[in-house]
């Protein structure tokens, strides 16, 4: 009977107990988690040479820790985003990737909506103009920002895949209008959807919010930096809740301190957790999360149970649900 080793690098869960016990039952199972998201490579190395799956977090899959594998045949991030994984590197060495897509997509949808109510109804402003008040013993709205209602207004989609798509259908009840760029989706999904699709300039120049839902790569690093935001209303907000390198965090700054946009919502950052000297902490008009989007009870058993899904699938000679790689196949059939 082959042998298998399953390595995870890295986890947030409180524990894997349940992945242990649920691989105890396999006979020809090896399972070891670590906590090498900090490691030094050489470490993170040592830890996983021999897999023949490596299940990661956030710890660097580079191309120098991929090279020194000797046996994996399957990398799993563990989520959505793989920009920690060389890709490149994966490929040539015949190493499926795959990520887990759909383990969270309602609740990205869910937390890009709060942050445009936020924004939007200045909610967390709200709470300073309350205690002040308080204090005073009278109500004083003078320090409030502006605000509008959201029917009637445009709200700019870019991305409108699994989470862009659910953000479109859980506003509708909101009345608002739409601005969407996807330059990748099909004719036959947009039909489904009932959209047209624009450039991302016309998103920008149209759009009072503008939600941003791509995946990191090098088509959009820094796709919104300070041209884009000078191109947007002065009374627009920018919520991220995909992948901070999306945004140049610098021009963000900029423009939420000079005023060319309103406010921004973000949930996501170039280094998380972000360095005390982030240039968005201070600033009134950013509305700020730890990275929870992705956050609840239900979505963080699907991802589990989801990746020993693809452990499983990959023990019985299957390729994983998702894999993001898909000019990996070339390189293992010319291994034939």
């Known amino acids: ?36 998201k900090f490691a030094p490579q050489e470490e993170l190395i040592a830890a996983i040479r021999d897999a023949d799956v490596v299940v990661v977090n956030m710890a660097p899959m580079t191309a120098q820790v991929i090279g020194a594998l000797e046996r ?64 005073k013993g009278l109500w004083d709205f003078s320090g409030v920002p502006r605000m509008f209602r959201l029917s009637g207004k445009t709200l700019g989609i870019v991305g409108c895949g699994r989470v862009g798509s659910r953000v479109l259908r859980k506003t509708k009840g909101l009345e608002m209008n739409y601005l969407i760029c996807d330059p990748y989706l099909s004719e036959e999904r947009k039909r489904e959807l009932g959209i047209e699709c624009v450039d991302l300039e016309t998103v ?37 809740t995909a992948r901070g ?55 963080g058993w699907d991802l589990r149970v989801k990746i020993l899904e693809d452990i499983r699938r990959f023990m019985e000679g299957k390729p994983p649900r998702f894999v993001v790689n898909a000019e990996v196949e070339e390189v293992l059939g010319r291994r034939k």
Request: proline share 6%; with cysteine.
């Open 1 to 36: 009977m082959e042998q298998f080793k399953i390595v995870v690098t890295d986890y947030i869960e409180p524990d894997l107990n349940w992945e242990e016990e649920e691989l105890a039952k396999y006979d020809n199972v090896r399972f070891e988690v670590h906590q090498l």
């Open 72 to 135: 994996c045949r399957l990398i799993i991030r563990h989520g959505i985003g793989y920009d920690n994984v060389d890709l490149k590197a994966a490929t040539s060495n015949g190493i499926r990737v795959a990520n887990i897509p759909d383990y969270c997509p309602e609740e990205v949808a869910e937390h890009t909506i709060a942050h445009l109510f936020a924004c939007y109804r200045q909610v967390v402003f709200s709470r300073k103009v309350l205690e002040e008040s308080s204090r």
């Open 204 to 240: 920008l120049k149209g759009s009072d919010i503008v939600t941003l839902h791509t995946p990191l790569n090098e088509e959009t690093h820094h796709m919104i930096s300070g041209p884009q935001l000078r191109t947007m209303k002065q009374t627009a907000y920018l919520i991220n």
């Open 245 to 299: 390198p999306i945004v140049d965090v610098e021009a963000l700054a900029l423009a939420l301190r000079e005023n060319w946009i309103a406010g921004a919502g973000i949930d996501v950052y170039d280094k998380e957790p972000p360095d005390p000297s982030y240039p968005l902490f201070g600033l009134e008009n950013a509305v700020l999360t730890p990275h929870l989007a992705w956050n609840s009870e239900e979505a």
